[in-house]
């Protein structure tokens, strides 16, 4: 029974668009609960205090689900048809991370994998329960479990056939089912990864501080950005392919088969000009359907500024730039202030007559005052 349930597994997931499939037990110990504690022991996690507060759920499988026996790992492809990096020598556009071109991959992927439940369930009548990256579950450690590939020196998931361009769902069940072998690191001694960071986010091989990570500091991170990374950011304004572009396994990768997750036309080449211009409903209605919508549209024109601050090009010094210095909200006109003072320090010192008088907010007012490191 268990055998005839793993075949129509493998044959289930790839004819509902997933390109990898494996199994894994998911009530044995693993190195994995280790690494996240002293993940989490270092502050490397940073303001994301979810990890904290659900650190003992993440630990094991079984920490969630007690009855829960196999984990199913399926993987999905996103790999690109484009040199994701080429934007960053266009100080005109915006780096946007691949994964949020297209569609947002939590609702594609979950849409097939709750398909996959379904059937798995009327043909086993097993309990299940579906998990695509919104709950504490480690999807990685189990996909390597599953034999979907390796985590990297640069933390993420490398597989043979789609390099470091998978998307991943978890269907755990109390069936008992027949593990596939883990895979091994493929690593060796390469250090591409980790040399191409612009912030130096990994303290060691397979260690990431998160805090020092773009990903991080343009999706996750509330409030002004550091400003120690500003300058390494570039025109990065949503996450940070870097260190996934540059492995070497991506030689095997292909574009993906799924037409949800490729670049949307109007994503595809995003110019900070345009964006600068976004109220809360334009950003909204530009990003619909798109994972850059959780951010809200302050944080996005911070990340934004920080393009243009690092563009080097005082034409973005437009009326609808000027006005982010009055804006509401206090961390878009902090951002404002710092991205003036790197392109124009005549003009920086004018507006700095016209708005620190009436600056209530104390970053604002250090920012305009350059008590933070501004420009630098």
């Keep these: 029974m268990a055998d005839d349930l793993t075949g129509w597994l493998n044959t289930e997931a790839r004819r509902l668009g997933?390109?990898?499939?494996?199994i894994a037990p998911a009530d044995e110990a693993w190195p994995a609960a280790e690494r996240l504690e002293a993940f989490v022991e270092a502050g490397y996690h940073g303001s994301m205090a979810w990890m904290q507060d659900t650190l003992e759920r993440r630990k094991t499988p079984t920490a969630m689900w007690p009855e829960a026996r196999?984990?199913?790992?399926?993987?999905?492809?996103?790999g690109p048809d484009i040199d994701p990096l080429g934007v960053l020598e266009r100080p005109d556009l915006a780096g946007v991370s691949v994964y949020a071109k297209g569609s947002d991959y939590h609702d594609v992927l979950k849409k097939r994998l709750k398909q996959l439940a379904r059937g798995?369930?009327?043909r086993s009548g097993q309990q299940v329960k579906v998990f695509v990256d919104t709950a504490p579950l480690m999807e990685k450690p189990l996909a390597a479990k599953a034999g979907l590939g390796w985590q990297g020196k640069h933390t993420n998931l490398v597989s043979r056939g789609f390099g470091s361009w998978l998307f991943l769902g978890v269907m755990l069940t109390d069936a008992v089912l027949p593990g596939d072998a883990e895979e091994v690191d493929h690593c060796g001694s390469c250090r591409a990864c980790l040399d191409i960071c612009p912030t130096d986010a990994f303290p060691q091989p397979y260690q990431l501080d998160a805090r020092r990570c773009?990903?991080?500091?343009?999706?996750?991170h509330h409030g002004p950005i550091p400003h120690e990374f500003r300058r390494q950011i570039g025109n990065r304004i949503y996450g940070c392919d870097d260190c996934l572009a540059v492995c070497p396994w991506n030689?095997?990768?292909?574009?993906?088969?799924?037409?949800?997750?490729?670049?949307?036309?109007?994503?595809?080449?995003?110019?900070?000009?345009d964006l600068i211009e976004l109220d809360d409903a334009a950003f909204r209605t530009l990003f619909a359907g798109s994972p850059i919508k959780r951010i809200g549209?302050?944080?996005?024109?911070?990340n934004v500024l920080i393009g243009?601050?690092?563009?080097?090009?005082?034409?973005?010094?437009?009326?609808?730039?000027?006005?982010?210095?009055?804006?509401?909200?206090?961390?878009?006109?902090?951002?404002?202030?710092?991205?003036?003072?790197?392109?124009d320090e005549n003009r920086f010192e004018l507006e700095k007559l016209r708005h620190l008088p009436h600056e209530t907010d104390p970053v604002v007012e250090a920012e305009w005052r350059c008590e933070t490191g501004s420009g630098q």
Aim: net charge positive; hydrophobic share 50%; with cysteine.
């Design 308 to 343: 243009i601050g690092n563009s080097g090009d005082r034409n973005f010094l437009t009326e609808k730039f000027f006005a982010c210095l009055a804006d509401p909200d206090a961390t878009v006109r902090a951002t404002a202030v710092w991205a003036l003072h790197c392109l």
């Design 297 to 302: 549209r302050n944080r996005f024109i911070r």
């Design 18 to 22: 997933f390109d990898a499939v494996g």
């Design 120 to 122: 798995f369930v009327a």
């Design 214 to 220: 773009i990903a991080y500091l343009t999706i996750e």
């Design 70 to 78: 196999s984990a199913i790992v399926v993987g999905m492809n996103y």
């Design 251 to 273: 030689k095997f990768a292909v574009q993906s088969r799924e037409q949800a997750l490729w670049a949307r036309l109007e994503l595809q080449y995003l110019k900070l000009a």
